[in-house]
């Protein structure tokens, strides 16, 4: 089991930062994190998520132009914000994926399953990254509040990915975290089935 350091790093003590120390993020640590967080489990392993690392002033100006007011500053000040995508054609890597069975044949013409498969997946490495990237001593500040059509434009056109959401990674300021917010008991909402 983890010692109690390494999940108060991951769980217990991580805050979402929205301020951010001028400390630069490298492209070393980028691609860690996804070599990290790549090998946790999908459905039938099609790793859906495609990520951009938002991360030059100019890119930064894009992206603030697709977010809500709230989000502008957040986006301009973190050293990267990763905007995690969906590649809507997954199943073209199926083969590669999952080689022992006719995966990508489950998807053909079936756009409904596509969509939710993409999107749950993406989701659940989207919450890997995070954990990723908290387990290599960065902080994240995830956010919804932008116009996922505007993000995919600016960013994604002329492929099938799709923005899920978006991450600001770096070090937080930890003298400007807002207070924890509370928390569901167990019983609240747990139930075990017997």
């Known amino acids: 089991m983890l010692n109690q350091q390494a999940l108060e790093t991951l769980f217990t003590h991580a805050h979402t930062n929205t301020v951010w120390q001028d400390k630069p993020v490298t492209n070393g640590q980028l691609r860690e994190i996804y ?3 790549k090998w946790a489990p999908t459905s039938m392993n099609c790793q859906p998520v495609r990520i951009a690392f938002v991360k030059s002033p100019e890119a930064k100006e894009k992206l603030a132009a697709c977010v809500s007011a709230g989000n502008v500053q957040k986006v301009k000040t973190a050293p990267i914000t990763a ?4 590649d809507m054609a997954f199943p073209r890597k199926m083969p ?11 998807f053909a013409g079936n756009e409904k399953l596509t969509e939710e498969t993409a999107f749950r997946n993406s989701s659940l490495q989207g919450a890997y990254f995070i954990m990723a990237a908290r387990a290599i001593g960065l902080d994240c500040g995830p956010m919804s509040g932008f116009d996922a059509a505007k993000v995919n434009e600016a960013f994604f056109v002329g492929t099938h990915v799709q923005a899920n959401f978006l991450c600001s990674i770096g070090y937080g300021d930890h003298e400007k975290i807002k207070p924890r917010l509370p928390r569901l008991t167990f019983e609240a909402a747990c139930a075990i089935v017997l």
């Not at 905007?83 to 969906?86: A, K, L, N, R, T």
Request: aromatic letters at 6%; proline letters at 6%; a negative charge.
């Open 35 to 37: 070599e990290l967080m």
């Open 83 to 86: 905007i995690i995508g969906m």
């Open 96 to 106: 590669q994926l999952f080689p022992h069975m006719d995966a990508q044949a489950l």
